[in-house]
């Protein structure tokens, strides 16, 4: 079993940026595909970015393409979230997950992730 613990969150300006972070214990964090989801407040949790097992692939929601980058660092059993060009729209509870173990390709739903953080609050003011 994995456990994650995300960091980084704050109160950000419109156009500024922030990297979250994502620390896993409990396993090596090399045998999870992984991925960002965020929820706003009345909104369901939905779908920001993930990255496979080694890093070399990674997929963008569309909402978040060209501003917010997936990255982790096996070594060091971390995974980021590089958010720049930051909207008040980004306003969310951001959440770190792990996909079960074996998972070779991206996972981009929520409902095939097994182990979740307790989140991070971004708020972006405008």
């Known amino acids: 079993q994995v456990q994650l613990v995300e960091s980084g969150g704050g109160l950000v300006q419109a156009g500024g940026s922030r990297r979250l972070s994502c620390q896993a214990s409990?396993?090596?964090?090399?045998?999870?595909?992984m991925g960002w989801f965020r929820q706003a407040p009345g909104k369901e949790r939905d779908f920001v970015a993930a990255?496979?097992?080694?890093?070399?692939?990674?997929h963008h929601a569309d909402s978040v393409k060209g501003r917010f980058t997936i990255s982790r660092d096996n070594a060091k059993n971390l995974m980021y979230l590089q958010m720049n060009s930051l909207k008040p729209e980004d306003t969310a509870v951001y959440y770190c997950?792990?996909?079960?173990?074996?998972?070779?390709?991206?996972?981009?739903?929520?409902?095939?992730?097994?182990?979740w953080g307790q989140g991070t609050q971004v708020t972006v003011s405008s």
């Open positions: 409990g396993r090596t964090l090399s045998s999870y595909a």
């Open positions: 997950a792990a996909a079960p173990r074996g998972y070779t390709t991206l996972v981009l739903t929520s409902e095939t992730y097994e182990y």
């Open positions: 990255i496979t097992r080694g890093g070399g692939s990674t």
